[in-house]
């Protein structure tokens, strides 16, 4: 029985000691003095207040991305006891003694040094050689722009990590494919597939791109084995569900995962809150969740509510009235109804109460048992303090006179009848007998005389309204425009008939007992929306650039600057690198377009399989750098030239690519496969050289001299910081 062990266990392993090499020198050159400078550079500034919210619980929100890219950078700093307490206000800021910089920095720095052989990596599953693969790992390794922006607390490093790791873990499943499908090792590397794209969408937006090619890619490949009449139709099918589970499922099951950790994390209230519906704040720990806590849920006759519109924009804003009167004539001659003022205002205040009303009743307290408002119920809101009703009428609006003005009608203007009764709509509802809910129903109220709906115009009134927002009747109103619909945020059951009794009452804070929690996917689905529509106001930035001018690194980024020497950190390319990847793209899409035209008169300039292994390393670092850069032309944004690094990185594969081609199939005798490789070593030698030139640049060491800066402008385009003698 224990045989075995008489005679030793022996284990073997292949170690690539070239993968093994490239991956020490990615590590050296990514993490060589990752502490210097210990101060904030460029955007660290940014993502630190998140990191720093992160430590802290407290909520917030993102319009740049999903929030699985931050989270990395915040594991940074909770492995290195950061308690989150920096103020991120400046760039260049000297860091305090309680930040952990080389832990915030470390993922990143890691992530940019695997990028090294996973580029060697893929180049071997393309079936290049080993000098192609080793040559484009180089390429990367002494890529002055990708080691910048891998050094400091940046996203971009972590989202090429998983874009390359997605294209590597796709090429092992499909070389897998013919000899050993479902096997331990097909479903792993298809299943780290979907968890890599997964990752580098959720990190940012931008990796749908990848995403999306891998799909369309492992589409094509399904589409061609549809055609294999060795695959019966149940293995077909097993193989378009293990893509669909693998493919689209699983990332699909993560990218949600990343939000429930986020949730889960940020459970506190915090700056970010109101841009936010009533119902999701009041999920939060402290801020609105203190005032709205033990509210009634279902509005009543007779209940005390304020109403805030959902819109949110261009702030949020609550129904709101005070004793003031519109002007009799306006600056322009047009005539209102000179009763008492209709606004949103966009903060707390006691008239922003007020009492739902039963038209058939005069009591304005709630009766016992309470009579729930329903779904299409008539009622009256009374403005609390004044105790005027809401209303409105075909008088036009003070600032958008298409509309009605909306008014607290005043009873002496008798040539003026009250028009005060509203059907309350509940758009969310489930059913039509859906009682009206405290934060969590949406309400439109309409007009029952004019069929007006109550809407927030979002103008700013002039100085007699105290410059708060306009409020009007919408009488064309088609749809459920989030402007027309409002929540109650705030609520009572109003005990006090008589009005200085009510008044006492509308000032002091709410004592009911009933708990209101969003499930997840309430809150997912409205915090996703929040990121995909919330846009911060575009400003041009000083370094900010277009998309053409990244392709010829017209542009560059000072990210840091010394206070007081020449040193100084900045985001710029190896000029030899990008020039050479220009080139070889541009040699690929002449050579193929005239392979194909010479195909299509059948004539075959180089074999079958040479012709494949072209197309489909085209595909994969010729489309991967096309769907990465071509988006950027569409979109109406700032950008950087941090935006071009996941398209240049697939360009700077393509390199080794070309020459590998042009070795093989163009260089057809001794003589000129020896020029060709002199030629090659020489290239190369330019692209170390740049490198180096530039490596104080990249490492903000040593400080350079103000000719040596000078002579390293070698665009005029390029902003070189020199400071004045």
């Known amino acids: 029985m224990l045989g075995f062990l008489k005679e030793p266990v022996v284990v073997t392993a292949k170690i690539n000691v070239s993968l093994v090499a490239l991956t020490v020198m990615g590590l050296v050159s990514r993490l060589w003095g990752l502490c210097y400078p210990r101060a904030v550079v460029f955007d660290e500034v940014y993502y630190g207040q998140f990191v720093s919210l992160y430590m802290k619980r407290i909520f917030f929100v993102d319009d740049s991305g999903p929030p699985f890219g931050h989270m990395l950078l915040a594991l940074g700093g909770y492995l290195g006891g950061f308690d989150g307490n920096f103020l991120w206000n400046r760039i260049g800021a000297e860091y305090s003694m309680n930040v952990p910089v080389w832990s915030l920095r470390l993922l990143p720095a890691l992530a940019g040094a695997l990028c090294v052989p996973l580029a060697y990596q893929i180049l071997a599953e393309l079936h290049f050689s080993h000098c192609a693969a080793l040559g484009a790992a180089l390429l990367i390794l002494l890529e002055n722009s990708l080691i910048t922006q891998s050094r400091f607390m940046l996203l971009e490093s972590i989202l090429i990590f998983f874009i390359l790791l997605a294209v590597l873990s796709y090429l092992k499943f499909y070389n ?7 096997s331990g090792s097909w479903w792993f590397w298809l299943l780290l597939t979907g968890v890599a794209c997964s990752c580098a969408v959720g990190v940012k937006y931008m990796g749908l791109f990848t995403y999306m090619l891998l799909l369309a890619t492992a589409g094509l490949h399904f589409w061609h084995m549809i055609g294999d009449q060795n695959l019966s139709n149940v293995s077909l099918l097993c193989h378009f569900l293990a893509r669909g589970l693998a493919l689209i499922i699983i990332p699909m099951g993560l990218y949600l995962s990343f939000f429930y950790i986020h949730l889960a994390l940020l459970y506190r209230s915090g700056p970010h809150d109101q841009i936010m519906t009533s119902a999701f704040q009041a999920s939060l720990e402290g801020g609105l969740a203190r005032i709205t806590q033990g509210q009634p849920l279902e509005v009543a006759y007779g209940s005390q509510i304020t109403l805030r519109n959902v819109l949110g924009k261009p702030m949020q ?11 009799i004539r306006y600056e322009n001659g047009r005539g209102s109804s000179h009763q008492q003022q209709v606004t949103c205002y966009p903060f707390k205040d006691v008239n922003n109460w007020w009492i739902v009303k039963d038209p058939g009743m005069q009591q304005l307290v709630v009766s016992n048992p309470p009579r729930p408002v329903r779904h299409g119920h008539i009622v009256q809101l009374v403005h609390g303090i004044t105790t005027r009703y809401l209303n409105t009428h075909d008088v036009a609006a003070p600032l958008s006179p298409h509309s009605q003005e909306v008014s607290c009608y005043i009873d002496y203007n008798i040539s003026m009848p009250a028009q005060n009764l509203w059907r309350v709509e509940i758009v969310n509802r489930e059913s039509d007998t859906d009682v009206w809910k405290t934060i969590l129903s949406e309400v439109r109220f309409v007009h029952v005389n004019t069929s007006a709906v109550l809407k927030l115009s979002g103008a700013s009134l002039p100085e007699w309204g105290y410059r708060q927002l306009e409020v009007v009747g919408e009488k064309l109103s088609k749809g459920y425009h989030q402007s ?11 005990k006090s008939q008589e ?3 009510r008044e006492v009452e509308l000032h002091s804070p709410t004592q009911m007992d009933i708990s209101k929690n969003l499930s997840f996917m309430a809150k997912f689905t409205e915090l996703q929306w929040k990121i995909l529509t919330l846009k911060n106001e575009d400003t041009e930035h000083k370094y900010s650039s277009s998309a053409l001018d990244w392709i010829t690194m017209d542009t560059n980024i000072a990210y840091w600057l010394h206070p007081t020497s020449g040193a100084q950190i900045h985001l710029l390319g190896n000029v ?9 793209a541009l040699v690929y899409l002449c050579l193929s377009l005239w392979y194909l035209l ?3 008169r059948k004539i075959y300039d180089i074999p079958e399989d040479a012709w494949q292994l072209w197309m489909a390393a085209g595909g994969i670092c010729g489309g991967g750098w096309a769907v990465n850069y071509l988006p950027f032309f569409l979109m109406e944004k700032t950008l950087f030239l941090y935006h071009y690094l996941p398209a240049v990185t697939f360009q700077i594969l393509l390199i080794p690519v070309v020459l590998q081609h042009l070795s093989d199939h163009l260089c057809r005798s001794v003589l000129l496969k020896s020029m060709f490789s002199a ?3 020489a290239w190369f030698s330019w692209v170390y050289f740049v490198y180096c030139t530039f490596s104080p640049l990249t490492y903000g060491q040593p400080a350079l001299a103000p000719a040596e800066l000078r002579a390293l402008r070698w665009k005029d385009t390029w902003n070189i910081l020199i400071r004045k003698q």
């Open 176 to 182: 897998l494919q013919k000899h050993s499908a479902f």
């Open 317 to 327: 804003c609550w129904l709101h009235s005070h004793t003031n009167t519109y002007p």
């Open 484 to 494: 027309m619909l409002w929540n109650v945020e705030e609520h009572r059951y109003g």
């Open 499 to 501: 009005q200085k009794e």
């Open 576 to 584: 030899a690198t990008w020039a050479s990847a220009n080139a070889a």
């Open 598 to 600: 010479r195909r299509r």
């Open 679 to 681: 030629l090659v070593v």
